[in-house]
């Protein structure tokens, strides 16, 4: 920011010294005037004085640019130094030879160089652009030069001339002419076909149009013969070099950034069109009027003008035509990318998600069958974490193209996430997708990938199936639902011990609160235990946590449906357990625990009672022993104690370490785990506990979900 601020300074110093040199120097030439030998000093030597300064500055600013600047402004620099050699010559003529340079003079071949050099300058400076937009820029600056050198020549040259056109004549109506050329230039391929304009370039674009207004004035004044060393035109190329001293300035004190291409550059075919037709119409009049007739020369221009507008017009339709080109390459590209995931090349999950309704909707008027195939690679993060990222993002582009070849044409395949895909199934039904599933597990498995390290990575996945519109499955417009069954087939995949598939069977994946052989009445009671326990959810949880505990165990499906629901109706008997005991803060008297520790029997004792689920009641009023015999209330141990009340036991601990009670706050899963560990053996079965922590690192078992009401104002035990 200092350093800007400096540059800002040094800046606003130069251009009041410009100032003050134009000041200076106009004193001067009025004080010169009535004096000869004055006036040859101040036109001769003061005169060159900021063409000497220009220079080394032109240098300077070539050598800090980069780029295309760069080079422009060493042509800039050869350019300024020709001005500078020109003046100098012209100096040397006033003060040796009697009645000064002759005319032409090599004095004015420098003029013309400097100005044949400052052209590509520009054009180079101004780079980038498409060669049609770099051409059509020369096109224009021909055009409005052919016709302004045109009516000059006709209307004010010609008339002044005598007889026959001199050398010298011509030498300096070319001066302004290229000037305007310049300045054209820098007009049609710089200001109109770029977002940013260097500053220099601005400042040293006004010090060429200043030139050329110049160079037109004194064309004249020489036709006339009354340009002298006292002219106050003089001070008109003193403002083209200051400028061009403040442009050299502003490159020298910082690199300036190249300009930035516009995509669609701001046409001015309007300036071109109009000074040729302007022109045309300009000489034909002159010509009426002096000769009563067109000249041959003017059908000439006319026809070169015309052609130059012919040729900018095509070369305009083919900029555009490669301009429509470029955005509809650029709009098939962003639909691509809107639908497709960046590293894979698959569909995306917003794609997968839009195209499973238009499916569904289609299947459900065709009464067809729907599925789709979640697909989780096994142990991804290892690979990450032992590999590297770029290996894992290999092993993902692999697992994509895998997946890809092994699905029907007419699926859809989808990265749903992460290591995660899913397969979109239209017509499928449970066995048609089924064996869809397990080709892709196959493909995923069968060859390792050899990694840039020489390793070799077995690649294996977790495949959860679920269809709709079959029997026993989902309805069409249940997608969401679709999904989840999909999901949890997964998960009971991974559970089961990694690379298979599962499929969603509707009894297996029906939600428990809704299975007609489940109380619903005691169903109400847990979630009004559960709200009573706290802001989370407890029994949904350890019920869910259950079901893939079990099913890492090898229950079967019976077993499993028995586990998950005690689990959902373990903590029933706490309906009859005062308020005011789940809800002390602190430690418990021997007589509020002896109440607390009723109610395992207590939720026994509703389930026999109160519905025709006896079969659950053994488990819910076991899921408080332990494993070493120390529970309540009977003291079971071991293999006594119900396989799935064990398992109830380890879900339940979890779910009321990770949640605030009463008496207190909630552990960490480190904590947690910690006293799962501990507890391996004497509290828990080892082989439960085992099974739970192995989900726990899979990340199969989720974090306790908020209850979305609650209307307790306290958290109980």
């Known amino acids: 920011m200092g350093v800007e601020v400096d540059i800002r300074r040094v800046m606003r110093w130069a251009i009041v010294a410009g100032a003050v040199w134009l000041v200076l120097y106009a004193v001067l030439t009025g004080l010169s005037q009535g004096s000869e030998a004055m006036a040859r000093f101040v036109g001769n030597v003061v005169y060159v004085v900021p063409l000497v300064l220009l220079a080394p500055l032109s240098v300077m ?28 010559i012209w100096s040397a003529y006033a003060f040796t030879r009697p009645g000064g340079a002759p005319s032409p ?24 652009t498409w060669a049609e937009r770099q051409v059509r820029c020369m096109v224009d600056s021909a055009l409005v030069t052919l016709g302004i050198g045109a009516v000059g020549w006709a209307l004010v040259v010609g008339p002044l001339m005598p007889g026959t056109t001199t050398a010298g004549a011509i030498v300096t109506f070319a001066q302004p002419l290229f000037a305007i050329t310049i300045v054209t230039a820098l007009v049609a391929v710089g200001l109109c076909g770029h977002r940013t304009i260097p500053p220099s370039f601005l400042l040293a ?74 022109s045309i119409v300009g000489i034909a009049i002159a010509d009426r009027l002096t000769e009563g007739h067109l000249a041959r020369s003017t059908l000439v221009i006319a026809v070169l ?299 026994a004792r509703l389930l026999t009672e109160l519905s025709d689920r006896a079969d659950l009641a053994p488990l819910v009023g076991a899921h408080h022993e332990r494993y070493d015999g120390a529970g309540y209330p009977t003291g079971l141990r071991g293999d006594g104690i119900p396989i799935e009340a064990r398992i109830i036991a380890v879900c339940d601990s979890w779910a009321a370490m990770r949640a605030d009670r009463a008496y207190a706050s909630a552990l960490s899963e480190a904590e947690a785990r910690h006293q799962i560990e501990r507890g391996r053996g004497s509290q828990f079965d080892p082989a439960v506990a085992d099974a739970f922590l192995a989900l726990l690192d899979e990340g199969a078992i989720d974090e306790l979900a908020p209850l979305r009401h609650t209307d307790a104002a306290t958290t109980p035990r």
């Open 61 to 88: 600013a070539a050598r800090r640019s980069r780029g295309r600047l760069r080079t422009a402004w060493w042509l800039l620099a050869v350019s300024n130094l020709l001005w500078l050699v020109g003046e100098l």
């Open 205 to 278: 674009g006004a010090g060429f149009a200043v030139a050329g207004i110049t160079d037109a004035v004194y064309a004249y004044l020489f036709m006339v013969h009354s340009y002298d060393d006292a002219s106050w035109l003089n001070l008109g190329w003193q403002v083209e070099a200051v400028l061009l001293c403040l442009a050299a300035a502003a490159a020298a004190l910082r690199t300036e950034p190249e300009p930035e291409v516009r995509s669609l550059d701001r046409d001015v075919a309007v300036l071109p069109a109009a000074v040729a037709v302007l």
């Open 305 to 603: 003008l015309a052609s130059g507008l012919l040729l900018r017009q095509v070369l305009v339709t083919r900029d555009r035509t490669r301009l429509a080109e470029a955005l509809a390459t650029a709009l098939r590209e962003q639909e691509r990318l809107a639908v497709t995931d960046g590293l894979t090349g698959l569909y995306n999950r917003r794609f997968f998600q839009e195209m499973l309704r238009l499916d569904a909707e289609r299947a459900e008027q065709n009464s067809a069958p729907i599925s789709i195939v979640i697909i989780d690679l096994d142990r991804f993060k290892k690979i990450n974490d032992s590999c590297g990222h770029p290996t894992g993002d290999r092993v993902l582009v692999e697992a994509a193209d895998r997946i890809r070849r092994a699905v029907r044409p007419a699926d859809l395949v989808a990265r749903y996430g992460g290591e995660e895909f899913v397969c979109l199934l239209p017509g499928a039904g449970e066995d048609t997708a089924m064996e869809v599933a397990e080709r892709v597990r196959r493909a995923l498995s069968r060859t390792p990938l050899v990694v840039p390290s020489g390793r070799e990575v077995r690649l294996t996945a977790s495949l959860g199936v679920a269809s709709a519109g079959t029997r026993g499955g989902r309805p069409h417009g249940d997608l969401e639902g679709l999904i989840q069954d999909a999901d949890g087939a997964l998960y009971r995949a991974k559970a089961r011990g990694r690379d298979q598939v599962v499929a969603a069977g509707r009894l297996a994946d029906l939600a428990l609160d809704t299975d007609p052989d489940l109380p619903s009445a005691l169903v109400w009671l847990a979630d009004q235990i559960d709200a009573k326990l706290g802001n989370h959810e407890h029994s949904t949880a350890v019920s869910r946590w259950a079901l893939l505990t079990g099913a890492r165990l090898g229950l079967h499906q019976a077993e499993l449906r028995r586990t998950a629901a005690a689990a959902r109706l373990h903590d029933i008997g706490k309906i009859n357990v005062d308020d005011a005991i789940l809800t002390k803060p602190g430690r418990l008297s021997q007589e509020e625990w002896d109440v607390l520790r009723r109610h395992p029997q207590e939720g």
């Open 105 to 128: 003079s090599i004095a004015d071949i420098a003029y013309i160089g400097s100005y044949a050099v400052a052209l590509p300058g520009i054009v180079i400076g101004f780079g980038g």
